[in-house]
C-alpha cells in the first residue's frame, strides 16, 4: 500500500495503488536519483530508456543556462554501466550482463552493445557538494540539486517525456520532523512514503517533464524548511500561485518576509500585465556568507548569508543586509521575464555542451541590475533615499574599475566565457562588468527616453514591447539580437539617436554621462571627501594584513605602485625600514619624499623606492590616469529637495519634477 500526497497543492489524496499496465503507460525515459548514501555526497542515479538507434549516446551539460562558464559537470560522475533489460532476453543470456559505457569525449558516454529499440538501464553515481546554486548538493541536512548535474541526456530523444523519482531513504529523516521535510520545486510532483520490508520508511517524490530541456529547468530542495504562500493577481485579476521555501539554520521573520516578497512580485505584475508562469517557487538555502541567484522559468535557487534575511525586530525601512537579499529575489524574480521568456538569440535551442556567445549580456543582466534595485523603491518596500544610495553604490564600482576604459560593455558579455568568473588581479584593469556597467547603462538609456520624449516613453517600455512580441509566439518565447534592440528600440527614440548611444556606450569606451543625466532629472551629487582613493587605495593597490606582512591584491595601471615595480601577491614587509601595516601605508600615500619599501615576491626579497607625489598627474602612464583622476572616489546621491541647491540648474521645482516623473514607474503607463 502506498499513500500519495500533491505537493503541488499540498492537499492528500487518497489511497491508490499501481497496476504493472498503468506502469506501462507511463514515458519511455524514467531517471531514479536514489540519495540512500548522502552521508558520503553521492546520489544514485539509475537511467531507463528504449532507444531509437544503436548504440546511443548519453551526455551531461556543461554549462547551466543563467551561468555563463564552462562548468564541467561530467566531472562529477564516475564510472557509467548499464544493461539491457528487452523482454526477450532471458537471464544468463550474454546480453544481460552488465558493461562499462565507453566515454567518447569530456561529457559523453557510448553504449555500443545497444540496438535500436532495446530497452536500457543505465546506472552511475554522481558526487554533489558545491554550495552554489549551479549544481547539487548532498548531505545529512539537504539534498539539493540542478537536473543538468545529475541527469544524462539521451542524445537524439531529448524531446521524449521524462518521468522522474527521487528517493529519500528512512536515514535522511531520522533526526528530523518529518512534517517539516518539504520539497521544494518549481515542478508539481507526488510525494510517495513507500512502506514495505526492503523500504520501510522511505519517501519517493515524482515528476514528470514534457521533456529533457524542460527538466532541467527545475531545481529541487528537499530538506526542513519554512514555508509560506502568497497570490499575486495579474491585469486580468487571475491569481497565480506562490510559495517561498527558506531550509538552513535561520531566525527569519517570515511575516516580514512575506509581506515584502508579496509587495515586490505584485508590482512586477502591475507594471508587466501578466507573467509567464502560472505558479512561482522562491527556493531559499540561508547560510554563513555564501551568495547567489539563479533563475529558472517558473521558480528561483537563492543562497545567502542569513544576516541577510529579517530579524524579529525588522525597521520598517529595511536594513542594508535586508536589502541586499530583497534585491536578490527582485533580481531573478524579473528573470522569468527578461531571460527566460525575452533571451539573447543564441539562448534559443541552444547546445550546452559548448559555449553560447552573445554581446547582448549587457541587455539582460544589465537592464535586470538596474530594474531590481528600482522597483525595491517602486513597491514601497524601501524609500528612495535608500534607492538612491544603492545606485550610489553601482555608480561608485564603475568609477572604481579603471578598465572600463579599456573594454566595452558588450565586449564584456561576449567575453564572459573567459572573464567574469575568473578574476584575477588583472581584471579591474583590464575589463568591466556588464553587470555593473549594463545597469549604468540602462540608466541613463531610461533617462534619455524619459527626456527626449517628455516622460512618454523609456526603458520599461522597451522592455514590455519585447515581453509583448514574445506573447505571440507558439511558445511564448522570443530570441533577440543586437538588430532587434535597435529595431524595438527606434519605436520610443529616433534610431540615429539610438546608433549613436550604442555606438558610443554600448560598443564603445566613452564615459557614461552619468552625473549630468542625474542632475537633470532633479538628483544632486556629493562627492565624499573624506572616502577619497588615498584612503581605500593608497599608491593605487589594494592589501590585506597578513601576520607577515602586507599581502598586495591588486595594482592599479599607471599608479604609484606600479611605477615603482610593486606586483600583485608581493608581501611588503617594511616601508621606511618600519613593519609594514595598513595604517602606515596609508600614512605615507602622499609624502613628498622618495620611500624605501622591502618586499617579497615568491621567496625573494626586494628593494623598491616608491615616489608617491612625484608629478605624475602631468606625465600619466597611460590613458587611465587621467580618466581616473576626472571623477570621484567615492559619490553619495540625494534628491533635489533634501539638498541646498543643485548647481547649474536654478529652478528647484522643475528638478523635483525630473525624479518624480523618473522614480514613479507605476504612474507611467504609455498604453
Given at each position: 500500500m502506498t499513500s500519495f500526497t500533491n505537493t503541488a497543492n499540498n492537499q492528500p489524496t487518497s489511497d491508490v495503488s499501481i497496476s504493472h499496465n498503468d506502469a506501462k503507460r507511463l514515458p519511455l525515459i524514467s531517471y531514479r536519483f536514489d540519495f540512500a548514501r548522502f552521508s558520503e555526497h553521492l546520489v544514485d542515479v539509475s537511467l531507463t530508456f528504449t532507444t531509437t538507434s544503436a548504440a546511443p549516446q548519453l551526455w551531461l551539460?556543461?554549462?547551466?543556462?543563467?551561468?555563463?562558464?564552462?562548468?564541467?559537470?561530467?566531472?562529477?560522475?564516475?564510472?557509467?554501466?548499464?544493461?539491457?533489460?528487452?523482454?526477450?532476453?532471458?537471464?544468463?543470456?550474454?546480453?544481460?550482463?552488465?558493461?562499462?559505457?565507453?566515454?567518447?569525449?569530456?561529457?559523453?558516454?557510448?553504449?555500443?552493445?545497444?540496438?535500436?529499440?532495446?530497452?536500457?538501464?543505465?546506472?552511475?553515481?554522481?558526487?554533489?557538494?558545491d554550495l552554489s546554486v549551479r549544481t547539487a548538493y548532498v548531505d545529512q541536512q539537504r539534498?539539493?540539486?540542478?537536473?543538468?548535474?545529475?541527469?544524462?541526456?539521451?542524445?537524439?530523444?531529448?524531446?521524449?517525456?521524462?518521468?522522474?523519482?527521487?528517493?529519500?531513504?528512512?536515514?535522511?529523516?531520522?533526526?528530523?520532523?518529518e512534517n517539516n521535510v518539504l520539497l521544494a520545486c518549481g515542478l508539481a510532483a507526488t510525494h510517495l512514503r513507500v512502506e514495505g520490508q526492503d523500504t520501510d520508511g522511505q519517501h519517493s517524490y515524482q515528476l514528470q517533464a514534457d521533456n529533457y530541456h524542460e527538466l532541467i529547468d527545475y531545481p529541487f530542495e528537499i530538506a526542513e524548511q519554512q514555508k509560506f504562500d502568497f497570490?499575486?493577481?495579474?491585469?486580468?485579476?487571475?491569481?497565480?500561485?506562490?510559495?517561498?521555501?527558506?531550509?538552513?539554520?535561520?531566525?527569519?521573520?517570515?511575516?516580514?518576509?512575506?509581506?515584502?516578497?508579496?509587495?515586490i512580485c505584485q508590482t512586477y505584475l502591475d507594471w508587466l500585465g501578466d507573467a509567464p508562469f502560472n505558479d512561482y517557487t522562491f527556493m531559499t538555502f540561508a547560510s554563513g556568507q555564501d551568495y547567489g541567484g539563479l533563475e529558472h522559468i517558473n521558480s528561483t535557487s537563492l543562497?545567502?548569508?542569513?544576516?541577510?534575511?529579517?530579524?524579529?525586530?525588522?525597521?520598517?525601512?529595511?536594513?542594508?543586509?535586508?536589502?541586499?537579499?530583497?534585491?536578490?529575489?527582485s533580481h531573478e524574480y524579473f528573470h522569468s521575464w527578461w531571460v527566460k521568456t525575452v533571451r539573447p538569440d543564441v539562448m534559443i535551442d541552444v547546445d550546452?555542451?559548448?559555449?553560447?556567445?552573445?554581446?547582448?549580456?549587457?541587455?539582460?543582466?544589465?537592464?535586470?541590475?538596474?530594474?531590481?534595485?528600482?522597483?525595491?523603491?517602486?513597491?514601497?518596500?524601501?524609500?528612495?533615499?535608500?534607492?538612491?544610495?544603492?545606485?550610489?553604490?553601482?555608480?561608485?564600482?564603475?568609477?572604481q574599475t579603471p578598465g572600463r576604459s579599456n573594454q566595452s560593455v558588450a565586449e564584456s558579455s561576449f567575453d564572459a566565457w573567459i572573464k567574469l568568473y575568473r578574476t584575477d588581479e588583472n581584471t579591474g584593469n583590464a575589463g568591466i562588468s556588464y553587470y555593473n556597467k549594463g545597469a549604468l547603462v540602462a540608466l541613463c538609456l531610461d533617462l534619455i527616453l524619459l527626456k527626449n520624449t517628455d516622460g512618454r516613453y523609456r526603458l520599461f517600455d522597451v522592455v514590455k514591447a519585447f515581453y509583448t512580441q514574445a506573447k505571440q509566439k507558439d511558445n511564448k518565447r522570443i530570441g533577440i539580437s543586437s538588430a532587434d534592440m535597435g529595431t524595438v528600440i527606434g519605436q520610443f527614440m529616433p534610431l540615429a539617436e539610438w546608433e549613436d548611444f550604442?555606438?558610443?556606450?554600448?560598443?564603445?569606451?566613452?564615459?557614461?554621462?552619468?552625473?549630468?543625466l542625474l542632475i537633470e532629472n532633479g538628483i544632486k551629487i556629493q562627492a565624499n571627501k573624506k572616502e577619497v582613493a588615498d584612503k581605500h587605495v593608497p599608491w593605487g593597490m589594494r592589501c590585506s594584513e597578513t601576520p607577515v606582512g602586507l599581502k598586495v591584491n591588486r595594482v592599479m595601471r599607471g599608479s604609484v605602485a606600479a611605477r615603482a615595480g610593486i606586483s600583485a601577491h608581493d608581501i611588503i614587509v617594511a616601508i621606511d625600514g618600519i613593519k609594514a601595516d595598513s595604517k602606515q601605508l596609508a600614512s605615507l600615500s602622499n609624502a613628498k619624499r622618495p620611500i624605501e619599501c622591502y618586499l617579497f615576491r615568491r621567496d625573494e626579497l626586494m628593494?623598491?623606492?616608491?615616489?608617491?607625489?612625484?608629478?605624475?598627474?602631468?606625465?600619466?602612464?597611460?590613458?587611465?590616469?587621467?580618466?581616473?583622476?576626472?571623477?570621484?572616489?567615492?559619490?553619495?546621491?540625494?534628491?533635489?529637495?533634501?539638498g541646498k541647491a543643485l548647481q547649474g540648474n536654478g529652478d528647484e521645482a522643475q528638478a523635483e519634477a525630473g525624479w518624480e516623473m523618473w522614480l514613479n514607474v507605476m504612474n507611467h503607463q504609455s498604453d
Open positions: 551539460p556543461a554549462w547551466i543556462p543563467g551561468s555563463y562558464l564552462m562548468r564541467e559537470f561530467a566531472r562529477n560522475i564516475t564510472a557509467v554501466h548499464y544493461q539491457i533489460i528487452d523482454s526477450q532476453i532471458k537471464e544468463g543470456d550474454e546480453s544481460s550482463k552488465t558493461y562499462r559505457a565507453q566515454k567518447i569525449d569530456k561529457h559523453t558516454w557510448q553504449l555500443p552493445a545497444v540496438q535500436a529499440g532495446q530497452t536500457v538501464n543505465v546506472a552511475y553515481e554522481v558526487y554533489c557538494y539534498l539539493y540539486g540542478n537536473f543538468t548535474s545529475l541527469a544524462l541526456a539521451i542524445d537524439g530523444q531529448e524531446l521524449e517525456p521524462v518521468q522522474v523519482s527521487l528517493i529519500v531513504p528512512a536515514a535522511f529523516l531520522l533526526d528530523k520532523k497570490i499575486i493577481k495579474d491585469n486580468q485579476h487571475e491569481t497565480l500561485q506562490h510559495s517561498f521555501y527558506l531550509s538552513g539554520k535561520h531566525s527569519a521573520n517570515m511575516g516580514r518576509l512575506q509581506q515584502d516578497v508579496t509587495q543562497i545567502t548569508p542569513r544576516r541577510d534575511l529579517p530579524n524579529m525586530d525588522e525597521p520598517k525601512l529595511p536594513s542594508t543586509d535586508y536589502q541586499r537579499f530583497l534585491g536578490l529575489c550546452l555542451r559548448r559555449e553560447a556567445f552573445t554581446p547582448l549580456l549587457w541587455v539582460f543582466e544589465g537592464f535586470t541590475s538596474y530594474i531590481d534595485d528600482f522597483m525595491l523603491q517602486a513597491s514601497g518596500v524601501i524609500d528612495k533615499p535608500s534607492y538612491l544610495r544603492l545606485l550610489a553604490e553601482q555608480i561608485n564600482r564603475y568609477y550604442e555606438h558610443r556606450y554600448v560598443n564603445g569606451v566613452e564615459e557614461l554621462p552619468i552625473e549630468t628593494c623598491v623606492q616608491v615616489q608617491p607625489t612625484k608629478a605624475h598627474q602631468k606625465d600619466s602612464i597611460d590613458s587611465n590616469d587621467a580618466s581616473e583622476k576626472s571623477f570621484p572616489h567615492k559619490i553619495g546621491l540625494c534628491l533635489a529637495k533634501e
